[in-house]
């Protein structure tokens, strides 16, 4: 694959790779520890409503996608932070409802010409420099809002009750989680698809979480995980011809698979 790299779009899509791969770790990590994978599910699908009206209205595709992810997020927030046994209803619906009027306006949107196949499974090789800047700037939003909260958040994910005896606004952090989880799922749309999000910002936490011993750790771990299986997934993607999306999280679970049976012996 090293010839390949003398091509743009081979170099954006690792760029686009690495992107992604520190935001699904550091979120993934969060989403985990917070027992918002269900959630995170949910936001996912909805954002496929901000597509079909970017599409429909001639806006940027990370742009509608971002705004109704968002928009999901607050209303998933809204929803279940005090009604957490109603929550697989509230998701259901969200999910089905964003999901149908992404279908309804890229039906009538006359003569589209985009291909939406790719925001389910996934195109990294389709990256184009403006998306690099869009995810780019997504994660670094991502970062210094972790940073600059990492002591609260942490409080408010390993024990809500007392945070919130300690005066932690826990509907706050519990909501801004929730719209970290939809901005790094939008920017993930073009790495692995909405259909495979999860299974990303997932996979590599589940390892890290059995190597590390705090949050943080758990964090860095996870994003070196994420980098490493983008990249090999590229590089099967690159050598079989295969979809990059599949690919990469096929080399994800095939690592878990075999961490499983090491952790096991051990």
Not at 97 to 108: N, P, Q, R, S
Request: proline share 2%.
């Amino acid at each position: 694959m090293i010839e390949a790299l003398q091509f743009t779009f081979i170099q954006h899509a690792l760029i686009a790779g690495l992107l992604v791969s520190v935001a699904a770790g550091i979120i993934g990590s969060l989403i985990v520890v917070n027992r918002m994978v269900f959630l995170a599910g949910g936001i996912a699908h909805a954002s496929y409503g901000g597509i079909g009206m970017a599409v429909f209205f001639g806006l940027p595709i990370f742009l509608g996608a971002s705004v109704f992810a968002v928009l999901a997020a607050l209303l998933v927030a809204a929803l279940t932070l005090h009604k957490r046994h109603r929550t697989d209803t509230f998701i259901g619906l969200i999910w089905a409802v964003g999901m149908a009027i992404g279908v309804v306006f890229v039906d009538l949107t006359p003569g589209y010409n985009v291909d939406l196949m790719s925001y389910l499974f996934g195109s990294i090789l389709a990256v184009s420099t403006q998306d690099l800047y869009f995810m780019g700037a997504l994660l670094a939003v991502i970062i210094v809002t972790v940073s600059f909260w990492y002591r609260p958040i942490l409080a408010v994910s390993y024990d809500s009750e007392y945070a919130s005896l300690r005066g932690i606004p826990v509907r706050f952090f519990y909501t801004l989680v929730l719209v970290l989880s939809a901005l790094t799922v939008v920017i993930a749309i073009k790495v692995v698809g909405l259909i495979l999000v999860i299974a990303m910002l997932t996979i590599p936490v589940y390892i890290a979480e059995k190597l590390s011993a705090s949050l943080w750790s758990m964090m860095l771990i996870s994003c070196a995980l994420s980098a490493f299986f983008t990249l090999v997934g590229l590089w099967f993607s690159y050598t079989y011809d295969l979809t990059s999306g599949a690919s990469i999280i096929l080399v994800s679970a095939a690592f878990l698979g075999v961490f499983l049976l090491i952790y096991k012996k051990r």
